[in-house]
């Protein structure tokens, strides 16, 4: 019996004691500087100067001889190709075969090839498609396309590969074709990936295998190359439009894309990244672009990238051995979608501080749009101090992070950018608390008014507005517009005059103006073009990003007005147009500025030193020269240099086409869009330096705003009702 | 010997209390700390956050919508619960199944009943379109008063086979002999219900109501899935203003409104546990 009580009294010590240590699983931690001393070995990115003098680089291969590199002559008459060996590029070989495809065929060289026949080929164009050109012995070019119609007009080639019998593999990406031709017969065809352009790569083969990319665009699929059988298909995960297919030995392949290097295998086995596209060029997708990629010797690998400018370069991709795994310091920086601007701070960053690790995160990605749930994630990660370092601060609770303390003091670094000549008005107006400065925006949009001038009259006040509607019945207020861009529109540019001294809305005041934009709608009859000329009932409103939109293009009509939220001086070109057809100068919107890509520091970020250095990044000229779309520079030195930029050669050379639908008359018109003159544009960036007024945008008020003016509009509630059901709920949300 | 039993129970138990302790109640002290702290960076507020808590209008909004959620749910359920497991107590054995289909609404996946409400209480759906074969009006229901009433019916619906099954637990621990007594003794069927049955099932009555009073805090999840961050004012409770003031990073409000509905709700417990407790005596 007692033996008995002893065993029970052990199996529930022993119960208890398992139980209670596996709660403690994982607690345990090696340090940091143990795991960095540790671990050695990655892969680096080096830069390979071009050869000196020549000209425009078309492409590469890495056969027998090692890393050859095809570019034309200075003069662009012929073109020659260059070997790299020991650090040393060989003096230029003329490849005659090419420039008899261009001098005898009278074809332009698109891309070059090595096929695992071993014989080099070219894609070329005429006017009429393009063709495959592949290298005679004598030294000419022979048309080797396996399909040409009657007059040689050809399909819209992307991506060739040769197999080791020589079979021709095209992939053709207007329709989403890859087909296999052998000796001009067609012996396979499948549906490839939709390609997003010609530049699409859609295939590739090694001995054995070809691999295509599939129309999911995350997964690769196997064929044999000696039958076309299908062997595997395997997911990555990874989004492969614009990636690069490598094949490797033994069943390994390799793709890069914007995200890095990686390493997959045809049975699955093996899916991972080699290399952090963080950590290379391949990442810079705003201003550097991936032109060829290709695998040198045991897994290294050469890339060739251009810019809009037209420069290049060439980058080497080896595994260094004695390079740290893991970099000493890590700077982690978090926005709630993709930032090009912050991708080219985070790529300036990076030249200057190569030895830290930079993490760029993202709440979304593409097209998704953010919600709470992302925002409550942060605040669980900003409340353990485990947060990033770095917080772009577009679309989070900038005013609570100020006021509770989550954002550092960059009072500092603010007066240190405005003496190197960031606009003070931007840094003094966004997020300044109690005298000191929590956060900076490295873009502003700029929100305009222009139009006729009596619709412009219109926008001034919410009365003008109902006045306006009243007594034009029969008048479009608005450009090329829609309900839901007029009604959100009109709602930001008269929140300041609803807003109470509590700091509540005016019922009336909203009822007032929900009225007026239901009268506008009306006479807009909105329903109708946009039930003929929209694709979607849906509303676009969430994927515009801006506070202010009445329009998406220049309209047609003889009067008008439109609000519109300017995002770069390339998309004020669209303004300046309509600005000019409307006979009338554009003026700004209350003062408003919308502040873009805001950065702040988090307070309790052990990296605050490097995180202020990322802050400087973000206000270089590399960063701020260059158009991403996101807003215009903030930068003094960058938009001087505007006046100059839009009258220059090249200036008057950007110019968009736009072709729109006359929603009176019915008819198409095309519309070229210009940058605006000197003049104009000096006097846009002395509106800019003059705007006061920073306005944000607050997303709970915009959702519940948008969906109730939806109700409205689909005569679900009356204007009142909506006035009365977003007061209450704005006055809820505010009292919180 | 019982102070051995108690430790061999202790020890049994140990592992539960050391998970309790280390996930519910430390995590809990730390709530009351930050109550009396800033939000971040630990500046030391003292009662501050409890002031302005108590002054902010959201939250006394959202505690009265509680608070007559709660008047008017936890009655009804217990009530109609109780008397559904009466009837079923009577049912011949057959009968029993139909114990097995009230509790179906609780293995229900909270995703699936959102779908399916959505799908009958939206602009277009069920209800409006039953309404209009009869020429009715329809309605935006979760956003007009008539919210409460489908969370109120939602929480019942969830929860009466639950309560039911609770009920059912406590009639069965009444011993027949006591029915069989009275009903020689000459007692009607309402009087033996009354003088019987009632009295035995305080205790019931105690746990049944605590634990529908915690379920009752579930309800959120529903209403929020269904109508939002900020739904119609009516269903505009307590769990929507915490979790706002999450997103708001406003967490010194969080936890003294936490600490304080902790606090309220500790003292009801125990109030209802002291009169439990007289009445066992009694």
């Given amino acids: 019996m007692k033996e008995r009580k002893i065993w029970k009294r052990a199996a529930v010590f022993m119960l ?6 596996g709660m403690f699983t994982g607690c345990g931690r090696r340090s940091q500087e143990e795991k960095a001393l540790q671990a050695k070995g990655r892969f680096v990115e080096s830069e390979i100067a071009l050869p000196e003098g020549t000209g425009r680089p078309l492409g590469m291969e890495y056969g027998e001889e090692g890393l050859r590199l095809y570019t034309s002559s200075a003069d662009e008459q012929y073109y020659q190709s260059y070997i790299y060996e020991n650090d040393m590029w060989s003096a230029p070989r003329e490849e005659k075969w090419l420039t008899d495809g261009k001098e005898r065929l009278g074809m332009n060289l698109v891309d070059i090839y090595l096929g695992r026949d071993g014989k080099n080929y070219a894609t070329a164009e005429t006017g009429q498609g393009i063709h495959l050109l592949t290298a005679e012995e004598d030294g000419t070019a022979r048309d080797v396309t396996p399909f040409k119609e009657a007059d040689q007009e050809t399909a819209d080639i992307s991506d060739v590969t040769v197999l080791r019998d020589g079979t021709i593999g095209i992939g053709e990406y207007r329709n989403a074709m890859v087909e296999f031709y052998k000796a001009g017969e067609l012996v396979f065809s499948t549906e490839g990936i939709q390609a997003g352009s010609e530049e699409q790569i859609m295939l590739e083969a090694s001995d054995k295998t070809i691999a295509l990319v599939g129309q999911d665009t995350t997964s690769i699929e196997f064929y044999s190359a000696a039958d076309f059988a299908k062997k595997n298909t395997i997911s990555t995960g990874q989004n492969l439009q614009d990636c690069f297919l490598v094949p490797g030995e033994g069943g390994v392949w390799y793709f890069v894309n914007a995200k890095g290097i990686h390493r997959v295998t045809e049975d699955g086995s093996i899916s991972e990244m080699i290399m952090d596209g963080i950590n290379g060029m391949m990442n810079n997708e705003v201003t550097w672009f991936l032109r060829r990629f290709i695998m040198g010797s045991e897994e290294e690998f050469y890339g060739l990238y251009s810019n809009a400018d037209q420069d290049w370069k060439l980058m080497k991709y080896a595994f260094d051995k004695e390079a740290a795994a893991f970099r000493e310091e890590t700077l ?15 790529n300036e960053f990076k030249r200057r501080y190569p030895d830290v690790q930079v993490e760029y995160n993202t709440a979304v990605t593409g097209e998704e749009t953010p919600t709470a749930d992302h925002i409550r994630t942060l605040n669980a990660e900003l409340l353990g101090g485990s947060g990033a370092d770095v917080l772009i601060l577009d679309g989070l609770p900038m005013e609570s992070y100020m006021e509770k303390g989550v954002l550092a003091d960059l009072s500092g670094l603010a007066k240190g950018l405005e003496q190197s000549g960031v606009l003070s008005n931007v840094i003094e107006g966004t997020a300044q608390k109690d005298g000191k400065i929590y956060a900076i925006p490295a873009r502003v949009n700029i929100p305009v008014l222009f139009g006729t001038q009596n619709e412009k009259n219109a926008c001034e006040s919410i009365d003008s507005l109902h006045a306006y509607a009243q007594e034009n019945p029969d008048k479009r207020l608005f450009g090329v517009t829609s309900h839901d861009l007029t009604g959100m529109t009109l709602f930001h540019m008269f929140y300041e005059e609803m807003k109470t001294e509590e700091g509540t809305i005016s019922e009336e005041k909203l009822s007032s103006l929900i009225s007026a934009w239901m009268q506008i709608s009306k006479n807009g009859d909105f329903q109708k073009y946009e039930k003929e000329y929209f694709e979607s009932e849906e509303s676009i409103w969430p994927l515009l990003d801006k506070s202010f939109c009445t329009s998406q293009t220049v309209p047609e009509e003889d009067t008008y007005a439109d609000v519109i939220e300017m995002e770069g001086l390339m998309a004020s070109q669209m303004v300046y147009t309509g600005a000019k057809k409307a006979g009338n100068q554009l003026q700004d919107l209350k003062g408003y500025y919308v502040p873009k890509v805001i950065a702040g520091v988090n307070a ?23 158009e991403a779309w996101e807003g215009f520079p903030v930068l003094n030195s960058v938009l001087e240099t505007y006046p100059d930029y839009v009258e220059s050669k090249e200036g008057q050379k950007h110019t968009m086409q736009y072709s729109g639908i006359n929603y009176v008359t019915g008819e198409r018109y095309e519309e070229t869009m210009t940058y605006p003159t000197r003049e104009e544009t000096e006097a846009l960036i002395a509106m800019l330096k003059g705007l006061k007024s920073p306005f944000i945008q607050d997303r709970i008020i915009s959702d ?16 009142e009702e909506t006035a ?8 809820t949300y505010l009292a919180e | 010997m019982r102070k051995k039993e108690e430790k061999i129970a202790y020890c049994f138990l140990l592992p539960s209390l050391f998970g309790t302790t280390v996930f519910i109640f430390l995590p809990f002290l730390d709530v009351v700390r930050r109550s009396f702290f800033q939000a971040v960076g630990g500046t030391f507020v003292g009662l501050g956050n409890y002031r302005e808590v108590l002054h902010n209008a959201a939250f006394l909004q959202a505690l009265s919508h509680t608070v007559k959620f ?25 009968g029993k199944w139909i114990e097995s289909l009230f509790l179906l ?13 959505k799908l009958l209480f939206h602009d277009n759906g069920g209800i409006n379109q039953l309404l209009s074969w009869f020429g009715l009006k329809g309605s935006d229901w979760m956003n007009t008063g008539a919210a409460f009433g489908v969370l109120v019916g939602t929480y019942i619906w969830k929860n009466l086979g639950y309560d039911m099954i609770l009920w059912l637990t406590g009639l069965a621990a009444i011993s027949g002999e006591q ?24 205790t019931c009555a105690v746990m049944t109501g605590i634990l529908s009073f915690i379920n009752a805090f579930r309800v959120f999840r529903e209403a929020y899935l269904i109508a939002g961050e900020y739904p119609h004012n009516s269903i505009y409770m307590l769990q929507h203003l915490f979790y706002n003031w999450f997103t708001k990073l406003d967490i010194q409000k969080m936890s003294a409104a936490a600490v304080m509905l902790a606090a309220g709700i500790s003292i009801l417990f125990l109030l209802l546990e002291w009169w439990n407790e007289k009445e066992e005596r009694q």
């Fill in chain 2, 105 to 117: 609404p609780m293995a229900l996946p909270v995703a699936s009943i959102v779908v399916f409400w």
């Fill in chain 1, 604 to 626: 309790s970020s052990k990296q605050p030193k490097l995180s202020n250095a990322f802050l400087e990044c973000l206000f270089t000229e590399t960063v701020q020269q260059t």
């Fill in chain 1, 332 to 346: 982690r920086i978090f926005s709630m979608k993709e930032s090009s601007t912050v991708t080219l701070a985070v």
């Fill in chain 1, 16 to 21: 208890s004691s398992g139980l209670i240590a």
């Fill in chain 2, 70 to 94: 709660f008047g008017i749910c936890l009655p009804i359920l217990l009530t109609v619960s109780f008397g559904m497991a009466v009837g079923i107590l009577q049912l011949p054995g057959p």
């Fill in chain 2, 179 to 202: 029915y069989e007594a009275a009903k020689v003794s000459g007692a009607n069927r309402f009087q033996i219900f009354v003088y019987i049955t009632l009295p035995q099932m305080k």
């Fill in chain 1, 704 to 719: 519940t705003v948008q969906k109730e003016l939806e109700k409205c509009y689909t005569k679900k509630q009356s204007p």
């Fill in chain 1, 724 to 731: 009365k059901v977003i007061c209450r709920k704005i006055d």
